[in-house]
């Protein structure tokens, strides 16, 4: 017991971890930042990280072929993404990689090319959907070939065999994986996302917003995402008409895309286009809208999960989504937002809000709890303690496991 105690307090302090992802997951850029902010948050936890930027290979010629004869003929979509002979050059890409760092374990984004590699060390998929659960319900996942259905779930049921564990956003996800994959509970485990920001506002700070957001006459919803569809966007816009019409004063403030609006709901939105977080000024106007909204409104019909929402509650706005994929992970009812039901119309929505907004006193609850729920379970720091626990479970397995194989040899 006490040589464990040793082994496992050299591995917090010093492990060396390789993180691969489509794109470099160092950058920003890639998934929404939510692998650089797991980078940046293990490196300061005392960790050696390494990034793997997996590059996908050129496609053989009759991949458009195939892409043409299946939707000419039977209206459905070829998905080129989970073809053996795709994942097979990526994996061997990982592979190269981590044969070059030799690490203690090996984090893959997403999964998926793990299904054909071949290293050693012990593997973790962290991810927000499995591939069953993004079959007809995401646009880019609705109609495919029987041929790409097969091939998906047999990349995906092959990387979760491999996997020494798979770590979902949700428990929407993570139910996924254990009843379509049928993966043992154990290896399962769900932790959220954090907030994709670089620095948090203080707690004070926030408090000073919330009272002065709350003494306004007038409430203002951030609308903030790229595909005003599958976002909500529509449904967004009639909550925001529908508490006009009532005689709440109402404004969206869309960010991300450049919708168009009906002329006569045009005087309600104030259309910002799409703003990046990587260049100062739109960053600060991104920020400021942020501090001088009332809440975040975004009722997706497909969500995986939303570190928008995170995001949202970090600035103390109660966060208003949509009971869908892994929204009600994030969002409480009541407690750091409102939840739209599946039944539910924007109008009758609207009235929900209503209740909230027209009562202080509990408009300034909702919004301390918002700030409260990121504190406590929605940031990266948390994510982070609760990740090595398992990092530090599966290499000491290993360890044991290696031990065993030489007292044997």
Not at 346 to 360: I, N, Q, Y
Request: charged share 25%; glycine share 6%; net charge positive.
């Amino acid at each position: 017991m006490q040589g464990w105690h040793g082994i496992k307090q050299w591995k917090s302090n010093n492990m060396k971890i390789a993180i691969a992802s489509k794109g470099d997951p160092f950058d920003m850029k890639t998934w929404s930042g939510i692998p650089a902010h797991i980078c940046d948050y293990l490196r300061g936890g005392g960790h050696t990280v390494y990034n793997i930027d997996l590059k996908y290979p050129k496609e053989p010629w009759h991949y458009n072929w195939y892409r043409r004869y299946y939707h000419r003929l039977f209206k459905k979509w070829f998905l080129s993404d989970v073809e053996p002979y795709i994942l097979k050059r990526i994996a061997k890409q990982l592979d190269d990689k981590v044969a070059e760092f030799s690490p203690d374990v090996v984090i893959v984004i997403h999964g998926d090319f793990l299904a054909y590699s071949s290293f050693k060390q012990p593997s973790i998929i962290i991810h927000d959907a499995t591939f069953a659960s993004l079959l007809n319900y995401y646009p880019a996942f609705t109609g495919l070939t029987k041929r790409s259905v097969k091939a998906g779930n047999l990349m995906y049921q092959r990387a979760l065999n491999r996997a020494d564990a798979a770590i979902y956003s949700s428990d929407w996800a993570s139910r996924s994986a254990i009843k379509d994959y049928k993966i043992g509970a154990h290896k399962v485990t769900t932790i959220p996302f954090g907030a994709n920001i670089i620095e948090i506002p203080n707690s004070k700070t926030v408090r000073n917003w919330i009272n002065k957001r709350a003494d306004q006459g007038s409430c203002n919803f951030l609308f903030l995402g790229v595909d005003w569809e599958r976002k909500g966007g529509p449904d967004g816009l009639k909550f925001v008409v529908e508490l006009n019409r009532i005689g709440v004063k109402a404004k969206l403030f869309v960010a991300g895309c450049s919708p168009k609006i009906d002329p006569q709901d045009e005087r309600f939105v104030v259309k910002l286009g799409f703003l990046r977080k990587d260049v100062k000024e739109e960053a600060e106007k991104l920020e400021q809208l942020l501090i001088n909204s009332h809440a975040l409104l975004l009722p997706s019909h497909a969500e995986c999960y939303g570190c928008v929402y995170c995001e949202a509650n970090a600035y103390a706005l109660p966060a208003l989504g949509r009971e869908t994929g892994g929204v009600s992970e994030i969002i409480k009812d009541g407690v750091n937002g409102l939840l739209m039901n599946f039944d539910e119309s924007p109008e009758c929505f609207a009235g929900r809000w209503t209740k909230v907004w027209e009562d202080r006193s509990r408009y300034v609850k909702l919004s301390l709890n918002s700030r409260i729920e990121f504190d406590e379970r929605l940031n990266y720091q948390e994510f982070q303690r609760k990740l090595e626990r398992i990092l530090l479970d599966i290499t000491h397995d290993n360890i044991k496991d290696q031990a065993e194989y030489n007292h044997h040899e």
